[in-house]
C-alpha cells in the first residue's frame, strides 16, 4: 500500500528532531568500534537507548546481539529492522575528529552509521506509538564481517524471528557507490553467495638450479590460477554473472629452493545457487586436472555454509520503493545486483523482505574512498534518511493489507 503523505510528513518531522542524537550516536560508536562477536559496547549503547524509549529489550542474543520490541496502539502486521554492528581490522587513515580510539580497527563499512539509523528510526517510531499498527521488531546484529558463520544465523538460532514471528524484513547498508541521498532498491537476487576456497598443492622440492628434478608447486599453482580464470570465458554461460578471484598464493623459504608446497587461497562469487553448483564442480575439476598433468597433488577445501545469495521479494522492493520515493529530496533506483556478500540473505530466507543501500558519496565533503577502505568517510547529513526510511518501511507494512 502507499502510505498516506500526512504519516511520511510526521517521520520526517521527527527525523529532523532526532537528528542530531543520530549524529551522536554514530560518533560515539565510530570511536569505539568493535570487531565480530565482540561488540559488548555498542550493544550496551542499544540496550540502553531502547529501554530509554520504551522497547521490551532482549540482550545476548546470539551473542552480543540485541532484540527490541515495541508495539503499536492499533492491530497489524510485525515488521522486523536489522542493523550489523560490527568493525573491520583496519587502521583508520582520515582526519574525522571522532577517528577511531582502538589501534587497528575501524568503522570502514558503515556499521556505525547503520546502528545510529536504526536507533534514529527507534525514536520516530516511539514518538508515533499510538498511530503505529501492529509490531516493530528491532534486530541489532554482530559479526555480519566474519564471513564465515556470521553474525545472523547464531541470532536466528536463538530466536531473534520468534516472539513474535516477522512477516517483513528490511535492512539498509550505507554505500559509497551511490551520490548521498540515493536509495537503491532491487527486487530478485542482490547480492552474491560467497564460496571461500584453499587449494593446497604438494609437488617435490629441490635446488632452483635444477628444476626439472623436482615437482615445482609454484609452477603448477601459475598453472592453476590461468586455467581458473580462462574457465569464465569458455566453460560458462557469459549471462551468468560470477566472480573468482584469488587473494593469497604462498610458498617457499629462499630463493634458490623450490619448496614442497604452495597454498592458493580465494572466493567465488555466484548470484545463483544451481549455477553455483557446476561452478563447483568445474572449478574442482579443473584444479585436480592441472595439478594431476604436472605431477603434484592437490587438495581443496570450500568453507562450510557461506553466506546464501541475497534475494529481495519482488514485491515487497517494488511497494517500498515507491513509498521511498517520498521521502523529500531522495531519488530511488533500481542498481544492478552486486557481488558482495551479506549475512542479511540469512533473515531473508526466512522473512519476506527488502535489503537496500543508501548512498553516501559526496566529493564535496570528502565521502569518496570505497568501503573497506581506510579512508572511507560517511556523509552525516544522509543518516537522518536512513532513519526515515526505516520508519516508512514500517509504516508501509505493518498495516493489514
Not at 582526519?95 to 545510529?116: I, L, N, Q, Y
Not at 584453499?198 to 615445482?216: A, E, F, M, T, Y
Not at 523529500?328 to 526466512?350: C, H, N, T, W, Y
Request: hydrophobic fraction near 35%.
Amino acid at each position: 500500500m502507499v502510505i498516506d503523505s500526512s504519516i511520511v510528513s510526521e517521520i520526517e518531522l521527527h527525523g529532523a528532531e532526532v537528528e542530531s542524537e543520530i549524529i551522536k550516536i554514530r560518533r560515539t560508536i565510530h570511536e569505539n568500534p568493535e570487531l565480530a562477536y565482540h561488540e559488548i559496547e555498542t550493544a550496551s549503547i542499544v540496550e540502553e537507548k531502547l529501554k530509554t524509549l520504551g522497547f521490551e529489550v532482549r540482550t545476548k542474543v546470539g551473542g552480543t546481539g540485541v532484540v527490541g520490541v515495541l508495539r503499536g496502539k492499533h492491530p497489524g502486521k510485525t515488521v522486523a529492522l536489522r542493523a550489523d554492528m560490527d568493525a573491520l581490522p583496519i587502521a583508520e587513515n582520515t582526519d574525522e575528529p571522532f577517528k577511531s580510539k582502538k589501534p587497528g580497527v575501524m568503522h570502514a563499512c558503515g556499521h556505525d552509521t547503520h546502528v545510529a539509523m536504526l536507533l534514529g528510526a527507534a525514536m520516530i517510531l516511539a514518538k508515533m506509538k499510538e498511530k503505529l499498527h501492529g509490531t516493530v521488531k528491532l534486530i541489532f546484529q554482530p559479526a555480519e564481517e566474519d564471513g564465515g558463520r556470521g553474525g545472523a544465523k547464531p541470532m536466528i538460532e536463538d530466536g531473534a524471528l520468534e516472539n513474535p514471528k516477522p512477516d517483513y524484513f528490511f535492512g539498509i547498508h550505507i554505500s559509497s557507490d551511490y551520490p548521498s541521498g540515493v536509495l537503491g532498491v532491487h527486487g530478485g537476487p542482490f547480492m552474491a553467495r560467497p564460496d571461500a576456497f584453499k587449494i593446497l598443492i604438494k609437488g617435490r622440492g629441490g635446488h632452483g638450479s635444477q628444476p626439472w628434478k623436482s615437482v615445482d608447486p609454484i609452477f603448477v599453482g601459475s598453472q592453476v590460477v590461468n586455467s581458473v580464470y580462462a574457465m569464465r570465458s569458455r566453460l560458462f554461460d557469459q549471462r551468468q554473472p560470477l566472480t573468482i578471484s584469488f587473494c593469497m598464493f604462498h610458498s617457499g623459504t629462499k630463493d634458490n629452493i623450490i619448496p614442497d608446497e604452495a597454498s592458493l587461497e580465494g572466493t567465488i562469487r555466484t548470484l545463483d545457487e544451481q549455477f553455483r553448483n557446476i561452478v563447483i564442480e568445474k572449478f574442482s575439476e579443473t584444479v585436480s586436472n592441472m595439478a594431476k598433468s604436472y605431477g603434484a597433488d592437490v587438495t581443496i577445501k570450500f568453507t562450510d555454509d557461506p553466506y546464501p545469495v541475497t534475494v529481495n521479494n519482488a514485491k515487497v522492493a517494488e511497494t517500498l520503493a515507491r513509498n521511498l520515493a517520498l521521502i523529500s529530496g531522495v531519488k530511488i533506483i533500481d542498481p544492478e545486483p552486486r557481488m558482495g556478500a551479506e549475512d542479511v540473505s540469512r533473515f531473508l530466507q526466512k522473512v519476506p523482505g527488502c535489503f537496500y543501500y543508501l548512498g553516501t558519496y559526496n566529493e564535496k565533503k570528502g565521502c569518496t574512498a570505497p568501503n573497506h577502505s581506510s579512508r572511507f568517510k560517511v556523509d552525516e547529513s544522509v543518516l537522518k534518511t536512513g532513519s526515515i526510511a526505516h520508519a516508512i518501511s514500517v509504516f508501509s507494512f505493518t498495516q493489514e493489507h
